[in-house]
């Protein structure tokens, strides 16, 4: 009984707190000249179902299950934006991050910039296909032991990458930057630690295919320099500045309301 009621009389509270902020943010916005149409609700919705991958009639029936309707929906998603446009014009905009600030945080969370042995890799791909049956997958493998031997004649690797190589890095030249050791198929990493600079693997197979690796660049363990993790640390850091100040910014906006909360 008594416990029950303080939840729900808690629940009803932060709903109405949340609907009164709604409101406030409406009104500031409206008086700053943001506005959000219901295309701008549209698109973002359709965005939100994209990403999700689901249909708007799962929405729909999801929606009933929670008890609540599509209009209920749209207008979080209404006021999500205009909270969003709200910081951007508010908050974000007066936010500057001192380049002191930036090193303290770096020096503060060096065990997150501890980068692991990496390597730069190049790959020659022959990808299987989904369903792969032995006969395809022996075809595969025989053409792949052709493209290693042609390497071993001398062949370029950049012509045969050119010719061959199948996969998301075969634009690049088969190039897949630096990449830490656990991050690649077991049986490529292995092969990759016992290669040194310029050295190329035998054929390599693993679950997506046939794979012949050169190795460009090592790099030891150690700490990423500055430079490479700033704009994730700028981030960061003006993500917690912001969420601080909007808590801050509201608290104002609802003193300057002073709405009554008769309950």
Known sequence: GMQREKILAQAREMALEKLIDNILLEQKAAKLGITVSDE??????????RDKNISVDTLMATLSKEGTTLDEYKNEIRSNI??????????????TIPEKEIGEYYSKHRDQYEGKEATRIRQILILKPKNCDAKTRETLR??????????????SFDLLVTEYSQG????????????EQGMMFPAVDTAVSNLTKGETSGVIETPVG??????????GAGLKPLEEVRDEI????????????YREWLKELREQSLVEIKL
Not at 210 to 219: E, P
């Open 234 to 245: 700028v981030q960061n850091i003006e993500n917690e500045k912001i969420n601080k100040k």
């Open 210 to 219: 046939f794979h012949i690796i050169r190795v460009v660049d090592k790099r």
């Open 142 to 155: 025989t053409k792949a032991g052709m493209i290693w031997q042609r390497l071993k004649d001398g062949a």
């Open 82 to 95: 205009i909270r969003g446009r709200l910081v951007e014009k508010e908050i974000r905009s007066k936010t």
């Open 40 to 49: 701008d609700v549209n698109k973002a919705m359709e965005g939100l179902l």
């Open 168 to 179: 998301p890095a075969a634009r690049s030249g088969g190039d897949l930057g630096f990449v």
